[in-house]
């Protein structure tokens, strides 16, 4: 039901379009196993620290050459909110209700 409504709002996402929330070392090593694969056309990093997101996409984009054609970009909620599939990659630092708390709030940006 939520699905469809995300649908109707931000247009068909593309099931060639992956995003990852998270670029600590589990979303990065993920974004370069999704490169290599070549399973998604774009792919989006997005963190809760914006700028780790871009750093991170910058140093995957050095190792485009050797993988298949994806572009490979950091963006935020709105842009994670076009992707077909969204990995949620986050680290279990804060306590269980705190990041169950920000990870609600995220989801939230991603649906609206």
């Known amino acids: 039901?939520?699905?469809?409504?995300?649908?109707?709002?931000?247009?068909?996402?593309?099931?060639?379009?992956?995003?990852?929330?998270?670029?600590?070392?589990?979303?990065?090593?993920?974004?370069?196993?999704?490169?290599?694969?070549?399973?998604?056309?774009?792919l989006v990093l997005a963190d809760p620290e914006p700028r780790r997101a871009l750093r991170e996409a910058a140093a995957l984009s050095g190792a485009l050459p050797f993988c298949s054609h994806t572009d490979i970009y950091s963006g935020d909620e709105e842009e994670l909110a076009e992707c077909g599939v969204i990995v949620f990659a986050l680290e279990a630092d804060a306590d269980e209700e705190t990041l169950s708390a920000n990870l609600r709030k995220t989801v939230a940006k991603i649906i609206e």
């Open 1 to 42: 039901m939520r699905r469809m409504d995300i649908e109707i709002r931000t247009g068909k996402p593309s099931p060639t379009r992956c995003g990852i929330y998270g670029c600590g070392r589990t979303g990065t090593a993920i974004a370069y196993t999704l490169m290599k694969s070549g399973v998604c056309r774009d």
